[in-house]
């Protein structure tokens, strides 16, 4: 009987224990976070005059913030290029407009995908309690609002999980419009308050 509880503790320290696999993993995880954010900063310090583009400028926000929405696997940094944008900019409330639209419709893709590939999930125990959750639009599109609106990451797992869970498009593009719209708008404000 002595054995046990010492095979049961030797068992939850070997669980507890990180593998070198793990360590690899999340040495990665950091090294392209830490990239990310390098890359990020860097465009933002290069000297390009976007107020040369003029007019031009908004219609760029709007390809840039749908070419890098719909990239779901490869992250590209545009907030950099919108805060130049939205330093030299006339009209501020275009400039969020154009990038609100260009995101919510380059978050299409994950829809999409979701909604193509809706039996990859259709078995999962936890898919009868989301669909419930979808079943109802205002439920659906205030979750979707609420995980729209900050900068998220894995807001294509969402996208995804929409379209799989059978969400309506129209729902989903007006709670990401207004997340995103949300969210520009905020980094507006930020760029006029600190005089960038």
């Given at each position: 009987?002595?054995?046990?509880?010492?095979?049961?503790?030797?068992?939850?320290?070997?669980?507890?224990?990180?593998?070198?696999?793990?360590?690899?993993?999340?040495?990665?995880?950091?090294?392209?976070?830490?990239?990310?954010?390098?890359?990020?900063?860097?465009i933002f310090l290069l000297p390009i005059p976007y107020a040369v583009f003029g007019a031009w400028a908004y219609l760029g926000?709007?390809?840039?913030?749908?070419?890098?929405?719909?990239?779901?696997?490869?992250?590209?940094?545009?907030?950099?290029?919108?805060?130049?944008?939205?330093?030299?900019?006339?009209?501020?409330?275009?400039?969020?407009?154009?990038?609100?639209?260009?995101?919510?419709?380059?978050?299409?893709?994950?829809?999409?995908?979701?909604?193509?590939?809706?039996?990859?999930?259709?078995?999962?125990?936890?898919?009868?309690?989301?669909?419930?959750?979808?079943?109802?639009?205002?439920?659906?599109?205030?979750?979707?609002?609420?995980?729209?609106?900050?900068?998220?990451?894995?807001?294509?797992l969402a996208g995804f999980a929409a379209g799989a869970l059978g969400m309506p498009y129209r729902t989903f593009?007006?709670?990401?419009?207004?997340?995103?719209?949300?969210?520009?708008?905020?980094?507006?404000?930020?760029?006029?308050?600190?005089?960038?």
């Amino acid at each position: 009987m002595v054995g046990l509880p010492r095979a049961l503790s030797l068992a939850a320290v070997e669980r507890v224990r990180p593998r070198n696999g793990d360590r690899q993993n999340r040495a990665v995880a950091v090294a392209a976070g830490v990239g990310f954010i390098a890359i990020n900063i860097a465009i933002f310090l290069l000297p390009i005059p976007y107020a040369v583009f003029g007019a031009w400028a908004y219609l760029g926000v709007f390809l840039i913030t749908l070419i890098s929405n719909a990239a779901m696997v490869v992250p590209i940094p545009y907030v950099p290029v919108i805060v130049h944008v939205m330093s030299t900019a006339e009209l501020l409330a275009l400039t969020v407009l154009a990038a609100a639209l260009g995101s919510a419709i380059g978050e299409s893709t994950g829809w999409l995908v979701g909604r193509a590939e809706r039996t990859l999930i259709a078995d999962h125990p936890l898919y009868a309690r989301l669909q419930r959750l979808a079943s109802s639009p205002w439920r659906s599109g205030l979750f979707v609002f609420a995980v729209a609106a900050p900068p998220n990451p894995v807001f294509d797992l969402a996208g995804f999980a929409a379209g799989a869970l059978g969400m309506p498009y129209r729902t989903f593009f007006v709670a990401v419009l207004a997340g995103r719209t949300l969210r520009f708008a905020a980094l507006a404000l930020g760029v006029v308050a600190l005089g960038l």
